[in-house]
């Protein structure tokens, strides 16, 4: 694989944006290799400024969940961009939007568009804190929710990749407001309750964690998440920035048949422009100003174009069959790498829910941040570069999920299986 012209642009890059890039795993850092500069992307498939192509399990980082470019959602955007970029005043699009979410996600009544995942995690822990009056938070190590002070105490993704789980520039005093717990670990959840009576305001989670890996909640997690916060007067959010219209229609909260008081979304909401989004329970959300005193706002936030994809993404999401659909290509697909390590006597894990799958090379159950801590990511190094050598393009860390779309066909998936063979092969 050729690739002067990445090599080029990674090097000018570095000399105007921080180590080269505007977000930090798209270093390729993790894997010690450089990242590769991308000019287009069709279907599933990406192409690099040197005109390799690759099948893409990266879709973005989660948004591109109907494959790359597609028409429906391409056209959407042309005509909103036709009419105009931002107006700083309310449209029609962002309450179709809306009213599309609530559709899809009925335990939302009332949303606020933002332009992050990390404003909407922030806004909804303001919301929390402001509702209940409360100043602390829970949050499970490994679980990432965007960059905002307070959520970056053991974080996952990035901050996970590099070892650092915590930044300079986050005052301590922040930071302790947040309690950690481990992820499936309800025991120690009930101990922090106990620690600080009164002063929760709200579990935040990854119902389905995607940030170090991909970690399902074992059975009865979340469902005794949701009565020790109703017990305990504590406010429930489920971060579905990755799992909301990737796990099941309905994200994790349909799929678990649990009903968080506020949710958090982003990535797909917005067909592959910036956005975030929160809501919940309307009780709650009426207290966002100017219904009601909790203060957020923002300048491009339900940003027409943004609204126009995200709109056209979930009316296509919304069409029967498409998570079937998706969740059998994933399984498939899933199927055969088991094979493949099996027969290759590699110890691994591999878990998957719905559209996003990831596997570890471990040999032990991975139900939280230490057990994904402990995995072999010398071999997945390796292993991360034969993939990319034989055109397949997953996330470069062993902490990252692995994303599944529409545009995947069946001899996608079977270049993929050849590709895990062959790349197995060569490193043992
Ligand atoms: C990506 C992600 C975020 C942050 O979203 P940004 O748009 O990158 O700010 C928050 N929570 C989860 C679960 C995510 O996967």
Not at 26 to 47: D, E, H, N, Q, T
Not at 259 to 265: A, E, G, M, N
Not at 356 to 365: A, E, L, N, T, V
Not at 409 to 419: G, I, M, N, S, V
Request: glycine share 10%; hydrophobic share 40%; proline share 5%.
């Amino acid at each position: 694989m050729q690739t002067p012209k990445s090599t080029e642009l990674f090097q000018r890059a570095q000399a105007s944006i921080p180590g080269g890039v505007n977000s930090p795993v798209r270093a390729f850092r993790s894997v010690r290799m450089k990242p590769l500069f991308v000019s287009k992307a069709k279907g599933c498939k990406i192409i690099d400024a040197d005109g390799n192509e690759f099948i893409d399990y990266v879709g973005s980082w989660g948004p591109m969940v109907l494959g790359h470019s597609h028409p429906a959602v391409l056209d959407a955007v042309k005509s909103a961009v036709e009419n105009g970029l931002s107006f700083g005043a309310p449209t029609q699009l962002e309450v179709e939007l809306a009213e599309q979410v609530k559709k899809m996600m009925p335990n939302i009544e009332s949303l606020r568009m933002v332009s992050s995942g990390t404003e909407a995690t922030m806004s909804a822990i303001r919301v929390a804190r402001g509702y209940t009056g409360r100043d602390k938070i829970i949050k499970f190590a490994g679980c990432y929710h965007g960059h905002a002070d307070h959520l970056l105490v053991k974080a996952g993704s990035g901050a996970a990749t590099f070892g650092q789980p915590d930044s300079p520039g986050v005052p301590s005093a922040f930071a302790g407001e947040t309690l950690i717990a481990g992820f499936n670990d309800l025991e120690n959840v009930s101990q922090l309750i106990e620690e600080y009576p009164g002063e929760i305001a709200a579990i935040i989670l990854e119902p389905v964690a995607g940030n170090m890996g991909v970690i399902a909640p074992v059975a009865g997690f979340l469902k005794g998440l949701r009565d020790l916060c109703d017990r305990e007067g504590i406010l429930l959010i489920f971060d579905e920035v990755m799992t909301g219209f990737r796990v099941s229609k309905g994200g994790a909260q349909e799929l678990y048949h649990i009903v968080p008081d506020l949710t958090t979304l982003g990535k797909i909401i917005g067909g592959g422009m910036p956005v975030g989004a929160y809501g919940g329970r309307l009780d709650i959300m009426e207290h966002v100003s100017p219904a009601g005193d909790i203060y957020q706002a923002g300048t491009l936030s339900g940003n027409p174009v943004t609204m126009a994809a995200g709109l056209a993404t979930l009316k296509e999401l919304d069409k029967p069959g498409v998570y079937e659909d998706l969740g059998s290509k994933a399984v498939w697909l899933v199927n055969e790498i088991k094979d493949i390590f099996e027969n290759a006597s590699v110890p691994y894990r591999i878990q998957q829910v719905g559209g996003m799958f990831g596997f570890f090379f471990i040999d032990q159950d991975v139900n939280g941040f230490d057990d994904a801590l402990s995995c072999d990511t010398e071999r997945f190094i390796k292993f991360f570069r034969e993939m990319l050598s034989q055109g397949i393009y997953l996330a470069p860390s062993a902490f990252e999920a692995a994303f599944v779309s529409l545009a995947h066909t069946e001899q996608d998936l079977e270049k993929t299986r050849d590709a895990f063979k062959t790349a197995i092969s060569n490193i043992l």
